[in-house]
């Protein structure tokens, strides 16, 4: 199995930058596809950003140009840089990973908080 744990999070004014960072353990060359994803108070989980073993990366249209995500597979670190930050930003940030070998089994971190006052 695998395990993922996020850091990184915290509070920033709009505008600022954080550095998501998703570490992971265990069976790591399980590891296929990692993403970010978020949750918004009261709204459904959403995609942010995902990338493919070989750096290939997919965006959503409110983070393009503004969030950058990479990956550091000798680390097993995922990473997701954000800039010019804003309250709609504001949200529980996940890491995913998908597995290589079985399509039903996905991973998921606890999440960290990303708080974006105005």
């Known amino acids: 199995q695998v395990q993922l744990v996020e850091s990184g999070g915290g509070l920033v004014q709009a505008g600022g930058s954080l550095r998501l960072s998703c570490a992971a353990s265990g069976i790591t060359v399980r590891i296929n596809h990692m993403g970010w994803y978020r949750q918004a108070p009261g709204k459904q989980r959403e995609l942010v950003a995902t990338?493919?073993?070989?750096?290939?990366?997919k965006y959503v249209d409110a983070v393009k140009g503004r969030f950058n995500i990479s990956r550091d597979n000798v680390k097993n670190t995922l990473y997701l840089q954000m800039n010019s930050l804003k309250p709609d930003d504001t949200a529980v940030y996940y890491c995913?990973?998908?597995?290589?070998?079985?399509?039903?089994?996905?991973?998921w971190g606890k999440g960290t908080l990303v708080t974006v006052s105005s």
């Open positions: 990338i493919g073993r070989g750096g290939d990366t």
């Open positions: 995913n990973a998908d597995d290589r070998w079985r399509s039903d089994l996905n991973y």
